[in-house]
């Protein structure tokens, strides 16, 4: 059974950092690409940022490009999203996700307010 478990939210102030973790059990971690998605209240889920099966073909959005970094450690089945210099318009739910097995986390509320 495939399983994501988003952690590492937070309130954070504006300009601060956070590390999110999405740990994963049930399948084989390494043969999967995975993504990193965030939903703000009142708005459409809209995708972060996205990692290939050995850390390669990254993409990030341009909304997040040069603050937020996607890796992962196929060792620990984790996948991390750091993100730094953050704004309020970066308060949301965060959700990993693994397009290929349509699977999704419970997700993580991440609140950028000073």
């Known amino acids: 059974q495939v399983q994501l478990v988003e952690s590492g939210g937070g309130l954070v102030q504006p300009g601060g950092s956070l590390r999110l973790s999405c740990s994963s059990s049930?399948?084989?971690?390494?043969?999967?690409?995975m993504k990193w998605y965030r939903q703000a209240p009142g708005k459409e889920r809209e995708l972060v940022a996205t990692?290939?099966?050995?850390?390669?073909?990254?993409y990030h959005a341009n909304s997040v490009k040069g603050r937020f970094t996607i890796s992962r450690d196929n060792a620990k089945n984790t996948m991390y999203l750091q993100m730094n210099s953050l704004k309020p318009e970066d308060t949301a739910v965060y959700y990993c996700n693994i397009p290929t097995l349509n699977s999704w986390g419970q997700g993580t509320q991440v609140t950028v307010s000073s």
């Open positions: 049930g399948f084989t971690f390494s043969l999967y690409l």
């Open positions: 990692i290939g099966t050995n850390g390669g073909t990254i």
